[in-house]
């Protein structure tokens, strides 16, 4: 019975993400009926989707933060909340072409650059945000920083120039992605689904070994995220374990041997423990 409700759960999981839904706590509703009332909410989102969400929530009980939280003196933050999030949403969502003016490395300026808006990601190592469009004049695909960007309006464009551009823009990722399998350890198998939200930002998918009762991830991402990755690895600990992929091996052997020769573990006694 155990053996089948992991595989139940980890098959209900899986579907969640493919439709896109997402399950939430009354605690979390709580907490975001909390920060709704913020007053940067309404700059965050459309006035339509702020008065729907209230709406969902009007049954949930805001959060009494008030004897929880203490806000101690910490340095000077970044914001995460960007201006031109909202608009730039937009256009990628209608499939609109864009006339940008954004600036590059040395501080020169260049305006009113034709394009079409791909995607928006988060760095979690710059923690800023990037815009991630496809350069119709000189056909090439850019990752523009929002910070850097002067000026962002629609433009026009075919549907038919639309699709071939996020064909293009498709085959050009796929070309640069590398893929990653790390394996769960089986006396971690209870902790699935606090392993897979760590993964959660990334495009996976996720076997389970029936005969060795062992979950593999199966990671695929760019090269410029592989620290992130790295850093989600080493928050499991010793739940999870690199099967493939040379340079997070690499990585992960080095931080270990470093670790270890803190403590007064030579080097040469991890070696012999390998290999034995």
């Given at each position: ?37 913020h007053p940067a909410s ?45 608009t730039l949403r937009r ?186």
């Amino acid at each position: 019975m155990h053996l089948f409700e992991k595989i139940f759960n980890h098959q209900i999981i899986s579907r969640l993400e493919d439709s896109g839904t997402f399950m939430v706590t009354s605690h979390e509703r709580s907490w975001l009926k909390t920060m709704l009332e913020h007053p940067a909410s309404a700059e965050a989102f459309t006035t339509y989707t702020l008065d729907k969400l209230r709406s969902i929530l009007e049954l949930d009980q805001v959060m009494d933060t008030s004897p929880h939280l203490i806000e101690k003196a910490r340095s000077l933050e970044k914001q995460v909340y960007h201006p031109l999030l909202p608009t730039l949403r937009r256009h990628i969502m209608n499939k609109t072409g864009i006339r940008i003016s954004y600036e590059i490395k040395g501080g020169r300026v260049k305006t009113d650059h034709l394009g079409f808006p791909y995607k928006l990601e988060y760095s979690m190592v710059k923690r800023e945000w990037y815009l991630l469009w496809y350069h119709t004049r000189h056909h090439a695909f850019m990752s523009t920083r929002l910070k850097h960007i002067h000026a962002v309006t629609a433009e026009s464009i075919k549907q038919s120039t639309a699709e071939r551009i996020l064909q293009e823009i498709g085959n050009t990722l796929d070309s640069r992605k590398s893929e990653v399998v790390i394996e769960i350890i089986p006396m971690y198998n209870e902790e699935l689904s606090r392993i897979l939200y760590a993964f959660s930002s990334f495009e996976k998918n996720v076997e389970y070994d029936l005969d060795n009762d062992t979950y593999l991830i199966r990671v695929y991402l760019l090269g410029d995220e592989m620290e992130y990755l790295l850093s989600k690895i080493r928050f499991l600990g010793k739940r999870v374990r690199v099967n493939e992929g040379d340079y997070l091996k690499r990585r992960m052997f080095e931080a270990s041997t470093k670790a270890l020769e803190r403590y007064g573990v030579a080097t040469a006694t991890v070696s012999e423990e390998r290999s034995s």
